[in-house]
């Protein structure tokens, strides 16, 4: 597939609403369609809607958003995007509705792809990909982890075989061909259309018998269990795939794929910038003045970290490889610590008493002070 950017393909931008793409697909159908005398190009009009088919499904746009072509292409490991599969009607009756004929648009894409409708109603399709939010803790996703997931997904008719029925015949109202021709009144006059048999749905075929189990569809609702292996380090937002796991296909095809989104619950001690990890350390004026060794908490285990004479607060330390792990990958990320000074808010006499007696060996005659003082 070509690499093409469908938000200007439609004329919208990245954040366009879900409206806003309908509308812009609206009126390029209007003005590409094959139909229409005056402005109508085919390439064009095949061009939008596949732009459209895939910024009008959720998961479709997020993969886009998130890997560009290469989620559709094969590149990137997520499965190829097949324009035959697209069904124009479902796309045009969800934004036109049934005003103007939306059937006279053709029988589907196939039509556009050098194909008819009934062999795009026949041929084997793929089954439709599944969008599943997987929440973990901040320590599950830090080491990673393998994990069991419950779902519910359509799967071949276990009574059919996916079928649909028993004892098939050829379906009397199309002939077999999957399809038939009408007269409508479209948004270009009165058309001839070839739209799918809706005896038999495109298929060509039909059954002497119903399949009881499924009602004719050929899936079933199925509860399954996936196992997943969850990498270290990952963030919000990564998509784990699993392929071939997902909703049964048509007529034979493969089933989708599974999609996992993860979200990761915040920690109670550190902040995440991608694998490296921060945190706050607080230390009395005391051990900033004259240094010492602290004890430190990494995802990893406690580990004593000396803090130098005369350290200023918000000095930034930082503890090499005690981050987080790249994902699939042996890079790890690095923890920094935040030093916090702590003035205390009262005192006793006594220590008002010393304070007092540090103050008169006039620590103002320090360089660092005199500086300072000098810029102001």
């Known amino acids: 597939m070509n690499k093409k950017d469908y938000y200007e393909v439609l004329g919208v931008s990245k954040d366009a609403s879900e409206s806003e793409i309908k509308s812009a697909f609206r009126k390029l159908a209007k003005k590409y369609h094959p139909d229409n005398k005056e402005t109508g190009d085919?390439?064009?009009?095949?061009?939008?809607?596949?732009?459209?088919?895939?910024?009008?499904?959720?998961?479709?746009?997020?993969?886009?958003?998130?890997?560009?072509?290469?989620?559709?292409?094969?590149?990137?490991?997520?499965?190829?995007?097949?324009?035959?599969?697209?069904?124009?009607?479902?796309?045009?009756?969800?934004?036109?509705?049934?005003?103007?004929?939306?059937?006279?648009?053709?029988?589907?894409?196939?039509?556009?792809?050098?194909?008819?409708?009934?062999?795009?109603?026949?041929?084997?399709?793929?089954?439709?990909?599944?969008?599943?939010?997987?929440?973990?803790?901040?320590?599950?996703?830090?080491?990673g982890l393998d994990k069991d997931i419950d779902l519910t997904l359509n799967d071949t008719c276990s009574n059919c075989h996916g079928k649909g029925g028993f004892d098939e015949e050829t379906c009397s109202y199309c002939k077999g061909s999957g399809y038939v021709v009408t007269e409508q009144r479209s948004l270009f006059g009165v058309i001839q259309s070839r739209t799918a048999c809706p005896k038999c749905h495109g298929k060509g075929r039909s059954y002497k018998t119903v399949c009881k189990n499924c009602n004719g569809t050929g899936q079933e609702r199925t509860?399954?269990?996936?196992?997943?292996?969850?990498?270290?380090?990952?963030?919000?937002?990564?998509?784990?795939?699993?392929?071939?796991?997902?909703?049964?296909?048509?007529?034979?095809?493969?089933?989708?794929?599974?999609?996992?989104?993860?979200?990761?619950?915040?920690?109670?001690?550190?902040?995440?910038?991608?694998?490296d990890l921060y945190i706050e350390l607080p230390i009395t004026i005391t051990e900033a003045i004259l240094g010492c060794k602290k004890e430190v908490p990494t995802i990893y285990g406690n580990v004593m970290m000396e803090i130098k004479a005369g350290t200023q607060n918000d000095t930034k330390y930082r503890l090499k490889g005690k981050g987080l792990k790249v994902p699939n990958s042996t890079r790890k990320g690095d923890e920094y610590v935040i030093i916090k000074v702590m003035i205390p808010t009262k005192i006793t006499r006594e220590q008002k008493k010393i304070i007092t007696e540090l103050n008169e060996t006039d620590l103002k005659t320090n360089p660092e002070f005199k500086e300072f003082a000098r810029h102001l």
């Open 223 to 275: 509860k399954k269990t996936i196992s997943i292996h969850i990498p270290e380090g990952v963030d919000n937002g990564h998509q784990l795939r699993i392929s071939g796991k997902g909703e049964a296909g048509v007529n034979g095809g493969p089933n989708g794929d599974i999609y996992f989104e993860i979200h990761v619950k915040e920690s109670d001690f550190y902040v995440r910038e991608n694998e």
């Open 42 to 143: 085919e390439a064009k009009f095949k061009e939008i809607g596949e732009a459209y088919a895939v910024l009008s499904d959720e998961n479709k746009r997020r993969q886009y958003d998130q890997f560009g072509s290469a989620a559709f292409d094969g590149s990137a490991g997520m499965g190829g995007f097949d324009p035959g599969d697209i069904d124009l009607n479902d796309i045009l009756r969800s934004v036109f509705g049934d005003v103007g004929g939306f059937s006279s648009f053709g029988g589907g894409f196939s039509d556009f792809f050098g194909g008819s409708s009934n062999r795009g109603s026949n041929r084997p399709r793929k089954g439709r990909d599944t969008l599943v939010r997987l929440d973990l803790s901040f320590e599950e996703a830090a080491f």
